[in-house]
């Protein structure tokens, strides 16, 4: 069972710099209006028998595209999540990297309730005020000259760059192997993961995939008829694997040479998450194309392609569209996450170095691989899917991304106080995992 070890009461911030302190305009556990291990417990109908679980009746409403639900949460706050059998849990996957301020964060709720009280939605034959805020915001981080079309996903915004490519002229791609970029049928077309691609095969488009970090190979892949390279800066569906550190101004050099675009997609890796607004930033390139989601408003549905220097004025009226993307609400829930991202960057940057410091001494772990707060750890056997299962049991929420990985992508706002109780049971869950 989980281990109820709750949401322990937040240290004194430490010295500016110190790893576990956190800029005070961020709501964190002890969010107000929610009591932790609040949840309403089991059910029973008018005869005093059990109910059907939430989870039961899940698997007679749904498609079944996501199997078992593992548990069913009520309420969070912070980092953490409580279950509907009122269990609290660390939560170190951040609903895969989108909760990057924290559950029921106080500010964006606010955003979202003022603005659902205001505007909800115009459609896009008109402007509203929070959509042209958010696009402003968004272009001011960029390196040079540019524009955003707004989407509902990260899928859908590969989708608008997937269309920016076309207007090229061209058609190859150029993609890298264990790459994740999206599950619609375009999106998919880039993803190098057989897994994800095979069942949907013939799929759409002149796609060749090269290995990731591998400049000889990207070179010869990369000729006078390709549209584009896309790329993650470090992957994440294929372990938090980071490139050598001049594979990006490589394939940079490459892309310009040959006049084909680099299109990165930073949906994950992106906003704060390895604690700048880019993970490209550290490398110096300048892309064409940088595809963003999850984090950009905290769990409200959103994505971003921005476009820079010519390639921002390729569409024009007419040749893409979206119902919802750019809803006042969903940018409203974008500016209020991007006000507490950036006093968080240093912290993040702080808090990922002290972590993967004391993984790299944990039982059953290789190698530590990240940067930021997006970290993979290696573990020495395939027990990945076990560990996160047994890490579940004790209470903490994590992710088995491969057979001998595990994925850490926690709220930006987490500190050391709430990561302690995961590295004191850390041999445990290890024990548990790997016992016959």
Same mark, same amino acid.
């Given at each position: 069972?989980? *281990?109820?070890?709750?949401?322990?009461?937040?240290e004194a911030p430490?010295?500016?710099?110190?790893?576990?302190?956190?800029?005070?305009?961020?709501?964190?556990?002890?969010?107000? #209006?929610?009591?932790?291990?609040?949840g309403p417990g089991?059910?029973?109908?008018?005869?005093?028998?059990?109910a059907p679980s939430?989870?039961?009746?899940?698997?007679?409403?749904?498609?079944?595209?996501?199997?078992?639900?593992?548990?069913?949460?009520?309420?969070?706050?912070?980092?953490?999540? @409580?279950?509907?059998?009122?269990?609290?849990? &660390?939560?170190?996957?951040?609903?895969?990297?989108?909760?990057?301020?924290?559950?029921?964060?106080?500010? @964006?709720?606010?955003?979202?309730?003022? *603005?659902?009280?205001?505007?909800?939605?115009?459609?896009?034959?008109?402007?509203?005020?929070?959509?042209? +805020?958010?696009?402003?915001?968004?272009?001011?981080?960029?390196?040079?000259?540019?524009?955003?079309?707004?989407?509902? =996903?990260?899928?859908?915004?590969?989708?608008?760059?997937?269309?920016?490519?076309?207007?090229?002229?061209?058609?190859?791609?150029?993609?890298?192997?264990? =790459?994740?970029?999206?599950?619609?049928?375009?999106?998919?077309?880039?993803?190098?993961?057989?897994?994800?691609?095979?069942?949907?095969?013939?799929?759409?488009?002149?796609?060749?995939?090269?290995?990731?970090?591998?400049?000889?190979?990207?070179? $010869?892949?990369?000729? *006078?008829?390709?549209?584009?390279? @896309?790329?993650?800066?470090?992957?994440?569906?294929?372990?938090?694997?980071?490139?050598?550190?001049?594979?990006?101004?490589?394939?940079? $050099? &490459?892309?310009?040479?040959?006049?084909?675009?680099?299109?990165?997609?930073?949906?994950? =890796?992106?906003?704060?998450?390895?604690?700048?607004?880019?993970?490209?930033?550290?490398?110096?390139?300048?892309?064409?194309?940088?595809?963003?989601?999850?984090?950009? %408003?905290?769990?409200?549905?959103?994505?971003?392609?921005? %476009?820079?220097?010519?390639?921002?004025?390729?569409?024009?009226?007419?040749?893409?569209?979206?119902?919802?993307? #750019?809803?006042?609400?969903?940018?409203?829930?974008?500016?209020?996450?991007?006000?507490?991202?950036?006093?968080?960057?240093?912290?993040?940057?702080?808090?990922?170095?002290?972590?993967?410091?004391?993984?790299?001494?944990?039982?059953?772990?290789?190698?530590?691989?990240?940067?930021?707060?997006?970290?993979?750890?290696?573990?020495?056997?395939? @027990?990945?899917?076990?560990?996160?299962?047994?890490?579940? +049991?004790?209470?903490?929420?994590?992710?088995?991304?491969?057979?001998?990985?595990?994925?850490?992508?926690?709220?930006?706002?987490?500190?050391?106080?709430? &990561?302690?109780?995961?590295?004191?049971?850390?041999?445990?869950?290890?024990?548990?995992?790997?016992?016959?």
């Amino acid at each position: 069972m989980s *281990q109820d070890h709750g949401a322990p009461e937040r240290e004194a911030p430490l010295a500016a710099g110190g790893a576990g302190s956190i800029p005070p305009v961020v709501g964190g556990s002890d969010a107000p #209006g929610l009591v932790l291990g609040d949840g309403p417990g089991p059910v029973t109908d008018a005869a005093g028998e059990a109910a059907p679980s939430w989870a039961e009746r899940l698997g007679r409403a749904l498609m079944p595209a996501f199997g078992t639900p593992q548990r069913t949460f009520v309420s969070g706050s912070g980092c953490y999540l @409580v279950d509907d059998q009122g269990r609290h849990h &660390l939560d170190l996957l951040a609903g895969i990297a989108v909760v990057a301020v924290g559950h029921a964060n106080p500010q @964006v709720a606010r955003a979202v309730a003022e *603005q659902a009280q205001t505007l909800g939605h115009v459609s896009n034959f008109f402007a509203t005020v929070p959509e042209v +805020e958010l696009a402003e915001r968004l272009v001011a981080l960029l390196p040079a000259p540019g524009r955003v079309f707004f989407a509902n =996903s990260g899928a859908e915004a590969n989708e608008a760059a997937l269309k920016l490519t076309r207007l090229t002229g061209r058609t190859k791609l150029v993609a890298a192997l264990g =790459s994740f970029h999206g599950r619609t049928l375009g999106a998919l077309s880039v993803t190098g993961n057989a897994k994800y691609r095979a069942p949907f095969e013939p799929l759409p488009g002149e796609v060749e995939f090269v290995p990731y970090g591998d400049v000889p190979a990207l070179e $010869r892949a990369v000729d *006078q008829r390709t549209a584009a390279v @896309v790329l993650e800066p470090i992957q994440g569906e294929n372990g938090v694997v980071v490139p050598p550190p001049d594979y990006l101004p490589q394939a940079r $050099r &490459l892309t310009a040479e040959r006049g084909a675009l680099l299109w990165l997609d930073e949906i994950q =890796s992106g906003l704060g998450r390895c604690g700048a607004w880019f993970a490209h930033t550290a490398s110096g390139v300048v892309p064409d194309l940088i595809t963003l989601a999850k984090a950009l %408003a905290n769990g409200f549905p959103i994505g971003a392609c921005l %476009a820079l220097g010519q390639t921002a004025e390729a569409f024009t009226p007419g040749a893409h569209g979206t119902t919802f993307g #750019g809803n006042p609400l969903a940018c409203r829930a974008g500016l209020a996450t991007l006000d507490q991202i950036g006093p968080l960057l240093p912290h993040v940057v702080t808090i990922g170095d002290w972590l993967r410091a004391r993984l790299v001494a944990a039982p059953g772990v290789t190698a530590v691989r990240g940067r930021g707060l997006f970290i993979g750890v290696q573990l020495d056997q395939p @027990v990945a899917a076990r560990f996160q299962s047994a890490a579940l +049991e004790a209470g903490f929420i994590l992710n088995a991304p491969r057979p001998d990985v595990i994925r850490l992508v926690p709220p930006l706002i987490i500190t050391q106080a709430d &990561l302690e109780p995961l590295l004191a049971q850390w041999a445990e869950i290890w024990r548990r995992a790997t016992e016959v």
